[in-house]
């Protein structure tokens, strides 16, 4: 029988922490999703947990989603992390690259999109880097 899959969602804003979770358990196969709304306490969480993706918000209060990303690379490093954002350029793609991003999703979101990243996500061999160039506005910056 396969596994189930857990999913840590880590977003400063109420209503997507509410839709999320909705729209994945629905339309993903053996998913259990968990959502936290304080960096902190997820970087926490994650510590003694073990989740297969980690979609995070990238501006959040306190710690961005970069700083989060890379705290989670250390105490979780075969996680694939996923940012969402709604302030994209070449520079957040840079450092979400060099932090071991598996892709970045524009916000607002587009379900079928956003969908198809989790799946690729959930079906690729773990390893960190960018690995998703489909998933991000600009993919003519290099993902190697």
């Not at 109420?14 to 839709?19: D, G, K, R």
């Not at 990303?69 to 709604?86: D, E, F, K, N, V």
């Not at 690259?97 to 959930?122: H, M, S, W, Y």
Request: aromatic share 4%.
């Amino acid at each position: 029988m396969p596994r189930t899959h857990n999913i840590l969602i880590i977003d400063d804003d109420p209503a997507l922490l509410a839709a999320l979770p909705e729209m994945l358990t629905f339309n993903l196969d053996r998913v259990e999703v968990e959502v936290i709304a304080c960096p902190i306490e997820a970087v926490q969480r994650v510590q003694g947990a073990a989740y297969d993706v980690i979609l995070c918000d990238l501006a959040m209060p306190r710690l961005n989603g970069i700083a989060v990303l890379q705290q989670l690379r250390i105490s979780s490093p075969h996680t694939r992390c996923i940012l969402m954002t709604g302030h994209w350029d070449k520079e957040i793609r840079t450092k979400a690259q060099q932090a071991g991003a598996f892709a970045c999703v524009p916000k607002p979101i587009e379900r079928n999109t956003f969908l198809d990243t989790i799946r690729r996500a959930l079906a690729t061999d773990i390893g960190a880097g960018l690995k998703d160039p489909t998933a991000v506005p600009d993919s003519s910056v290099s993902t190697s």
